[in-house]
Every structure is written in C-alpha cells, then in structure tokens.
C-alpha cells in the first residue's frame, strides 16, 4: 500500500515511525518552523522526523536526540552566545551537515535524502518545499517568527497563523500525494504543521483528491504535545476538541481517528491514539491503514 | 613596557601566556593554517593562543579546550562524514560563533577581539591578517594545503613551504610593532607559522627596525612540539639545531633565548626553555624581557 503521511513534529513523527513498518511510505514534512541559529540552517520537524525513524529520537522531550551532550552550548552560554534554544552536541552533527550541504548549493530534499541515508532511515522523507516559507504567529504584542513565538516567548497567545512566501513544493511532493492508495495527516498541529503544507501550491488539490485520514492531535481537550488546546479556542472560535480539529479539515479529510472517549463527525475510527514505543505506534497504525481502505 | 609577540601554535602560545602576565603585550597570531571544515572557519593558531590565554587549553594535547567531550563528532563519523580533524564540542562554540560573525560580515580581527572578550582573555590579540593566506607545503607528491600536510597525512617530507596570497597586514599589525619596544618571536615554527607573518607587507621591515628576541622552538635537536626538526634538513640544508632556527632569523633578530646545553651565535641566552604551567611561563617571559632590555 503507497501511503503519504503529512507531518509536524514529535506525534506525527511516532505515527510515522507506525507506518514506515506497516507500508510503502513517503513522508512530507513541514519545514514552517526552520530557522537560522547560531550560523546553522535547524530543521526542528524534519529532524524529528528523521531521528524518530532512525531510533535515535529524545523519547522524553520530544526533539533531540537521545543521550544527548552539551558541550557547546554551555560553551556558547559561558561566552554569552544566543541560548534561548537549546542545541546538543549530537544533534549539531546534523545541522553543522545540513548547514554545508546547503551552502554548497544542495536543495534541502538532497540534503534531505543523503541525511536519511546517513542515519540509515529507509522509507522516503520530503521536506514541504525546499525554499522558505515560515511561519508567524500574530500575538498581542504583533506578529513572531514561530521559534521565537514558540520557545523563546514559551507560545503566548495566538490569534493568528500565516505563512509567508509561496515557493513551489518540493519536487515529488504533488506526485507522491498523486499516486497514493491513501494520504495520513498526522496527528500534528493543524494550524501551524498541516495549513503550512496544505497551502503550498497544488498539494491541497492533490490532498483533496486523495482518500485522507487524519489522526487527531487532541486527546480529551488536551494537545497530546505543544500549545495546540490553547489555540484553537482563539483561531476556532470554539473549544479545543478532536471536533473542532475535524472541522477544521472539512472536505479534505474523509474519515478521521480519534481517541476513545471523544466524538466527531463520521466516518471515524476510535483507537488509542497516544503512543509510546514502536509497538503503539505500528498498532496504531496499522489501525489507520485498516480503516483508510474502508473509506 | 610595550612588548609584540609573533606566534603559532603551543609553544607560541604558552609563551604569550607568560608574556601576557609580564608586560603590556599585542600578539599577532599566524593565521596561515586557518581553513574550512564541517562549512566552519577553523583558525588553529588563534584558538591555540586565545584558550591557553583564557587558561581553558588542553595542557596535554597541545589545541583544543581542556575536559573536550566529542558528541557531535562521533555523530559525524556515524554519518559517514570527514573525521580527520577532530572538533570537541566545547571547541565547537568557538568556530560556530567565529563563522557566525564572520559570514555576517565582520572582519576576522574584530571577530577575534569579541571571542577574546567573550573569553576573558584581556591582553591583545590580533590575526596577522584579514584575508586567507594559506600555507601549502611541497612533499613528493606535490603541494598540500597545510591541515592535510599536518593532520591527514602526519607531516611528510616538507622540501618547500609557500604562503598563497597577500593580503594586507590586519590593521593594527605594522603599527603594533612600530611602537613596541621589543618585539618577541615566539618558539613557533619559522617556516610555517613565522614565516607567514613575515612575508606580509611592511611587517618584516617593521620587524627589522625594532628590536627583536627569538626564542628558540629547537632543543636539544628536537622540536618542542610538531614537525620543525623534520623540516630543518630538507628547507634549510643543515641539521636541526637552535642555531639553524637562529640562521633562517639572520640579521632580523638581535638577541637569542636557547636551552642550556644548545649553542648558537650571540648575544644569546641560555634558559629553561620547555614551559609546563603558568609559573614557568612567567618565569620565561620576564627572562625573555629582561635579556631584551640589555640589547
């Protein structure tokens, strides 16, 4: 079964992981969140991406990688360097290997692949598109670019999302939408993770298309990770369920999986749908494939 | 007293070290060496001489930071990526922070001075020169940029050493000697790391015209420390001796600091020449200092 899944970070990035066991996957990532730190080109979706599928992922903190080290920044912070954003020194391999990449001219979805390829991830990982599009968040106090909004403001109030620049979508991103059996939207912020890739050009079409099963990022009320309950009261203008994140998908999505307990609109499938291990996250999702062929 | 060191790597730097505690001291580093690794700016000499000022260098080693961890490292040998130059983490902060300021813009002196001032190092250091001026080294086969000469391929036969390039002196160089009233060759490498900074415009003429002490990087026959007493034979014809080093100085030096039991032509004088810690290299410096007085 050829399945795309669309994914933000750590809960999409588990459901990833799932499915790369259970079918012949291509992986679209959101790059809405890269950013310019400390001279590096940092990728925070794809690299969790990335490590999830590689097993290397931070299981607790849900960036990162584990058995993490910080040398360097403890150095940067002794010489008063940036810290509002933590970088450990495993995880600077990939980004001081990007960063070169990159300004050697590569498009991100090379530089992409050859990474995958280095830290032996076999199923394929596109990023949304390989120029920039970031995303901002308008707060009370004006519009942030989203780490700032996100970790160093510790993600205040937010009522709107936008995305700036319109570059095409990554080579093979509209294609793979295109011929696959199923599309999975992972359970992933909408508004800051999905939108993003949704309005690059030719993949909402590609999606609606498709047959679309969406995972629920809200678990009884509460994001699962991140400040996704918070928001959609303001950006929704109701409260923060599985539904309102239904709604929000309309037409695009054709069933919708939710956890046990909560409700939405059919054709729905309920599971548990917090993961821990890859034993949960394959369950689930071959859970998901199931009822993605029923539709 | 306004005293100008010129040096490279450990010997130079435990020198200035003890220069540093002694007198109002400029050091102009050699910045032949300095190249790009892992897209980072790496300058050897500077690093060498601003951690053993800071009091943070590997007193075994010979470059990098004391108690070094190497995460990103290992993460980059996993990769697959070039591990034959070896970065530790708390390094690291040092060539992201370099690079970062130096892509912005800023001319590698005022980089250094603000790396300096992060450091704590409060003496003055400056980059003999903005620009690259790379050293190569002619072996049997061919020219060799300096760090695969050096590290990738552990020094082979040198039969001819060359800097590329001629950049302007780092402002501040020339005047620094001018106004000195001594000015210090360090024991460093004549024809790698001396060499380079005397070839640059005005500086071997300021060099001349000032009153100059070398000390001696040979004793006893051997190097204190890299590859010198290889090179004596092929570059300079002779055998490795303190007064070979004094030779390849001639007439720009006035007055020698050699190890007791080495001879080489007067005025000299004879001092424990090999520094451990800091109390040695004081001891050295006010030596140095005091013999330049008498010239």
């Known amino acids: 079964m050829k399945v795309v899944a669309l994914a933000g970070g750590v809960g999409g990035a588990r459901l990833v992981d799932g499915l790369a066991q259970a079918c012949e996957l291509t992986t679209i990532v959101n790059t809405g969140d890269d950013f310019d730190h400390w001279g590096l ?47 450990g020194d495993r995880d600077l391999a990939t980004h001081l290997t990007r960063t070169h990449w ?112 969406a995972v629920s990022p809200i678990v009884g009320g509460r994001a699962v990770k991140g400040p996704l309950a918070e928001m959609i009261p303001n950006l929704a203008g109701r409260p923060a369920t599985a539904a309102a994140v239904r709604a929000h998908y309309g037409d695009l999505v054709d069933g919708f999986v939710l956890q046990h307990g909560d409700d939405a609109p059919g054709p729905v499938l309920h599971e548990e749908i917090i993961m821990g291990g890859r034993e949960d996250r394959t369950r689930l999702a071959r859970a998901v494939l199931a009822f993605g062929e029923t539709l």
Request: hydrophobic letters at 40%.
């Open 41 to 87: 080109r940092i990728c925070p979706d794809l690299d969790t991406v990335m490590y999830t599928l590689a097993g290397l992922a931070n299981p607790k903190q849900g960036w990162g990688i584990q058995d993490e080290t910080w040398g360097t920044f403890e150095r940067v912070q002794a010489m008063g360097g940036e810290d509002w954003f933590r970088l």
């Open 102 to 213: 990159l300004r050697q001219g590569l498009p991100l979805s090379e530089v992409t692949r050859r990474l995958c390829k280095a830290l032996g991830v076999t199923s394929r990982v596109l990023p949304m598109c390989e120029g920039a599009r970031p995303t901002t968040v308008r707060t009370e106090t004006g519009w942030l670019d989203f780490q700032t909004w996100l970790v160093r403001q510790r993600a205040p109030q937010a009522w709107e999302v936008r995305s700036e620049g319109d570059p095409e979508p990554a080579v093979g991103v509209v294609d793979a939408i295109e011929t696959a059996d199923l599309v999975v939207i992972a359970p992933s912020n909408p508004y800051v993770s999905v939108d993003s890739m949704l309005g690059l050009g030719g993949v909402r079409r590609a999606v609606g298309a498709a047959r679309v099963v």
